[in-house]
């Protein structure tokens, strides 16, 4: 049992910060990767960044140099530390952990409730 709580999301102005979160809980697994999506008023969710367990980082271009994905091992916690932010980056902003079950090949996705994210003067 995976569970995904969100956290963080708000109204900002254009240029400044907010730090999303999510912490992963439950049992009998192990991530193999943490991210975060977006989804803006009429398009299609897309991919923002993604901190493998084994692997590298990956950021969306729109966003390299202004986000940092970053992770709490301990706490089964992904954040995003979102700064100089832009009108454009108004989206809802949904956690996705990738987990292996304890006794099973396969991988699950699971996604977080999404948490709203403004930017406007």
């Known amino acids: 049992q995976v569970q995904l709580v969100e956290s963080g999301g708000g109204l900002v102005q254009p240029g400044g910060s907010l730090r999303l979160s999510c912490a992963t809980s439950g049992s009998d697994f192990s991530i193999n990767a943490m991210g975060w999506y977006r989804q803006a008023p009429g398009k299609t969710r897309e991919l923002v960044a993604t901190i493998p367990s084994g692997g590298s980082t990956v950021y969306a271009d729109s966003v390299k140099g202004r986000f940092t994905i970053s992770r709490d091992i301990a706490k089964n916690t992904v954040y995003l530390q979102m700064n100089s932010l832009k009108p454009e980056d108004t989206a809802v902003y949904y956690c996705?952990?990738?987990?292996?079950?304890?006794?099973?090949?396969?991988?699950?996705?699971?996604w977080g409730q999404g948490t709203q994210v403004t930017v406007s003067s």
């Open positions: 996705n952990v990738r987990v292996r079950l304890v006794g099973r090949m396969y991988v699950t996705s699971y």
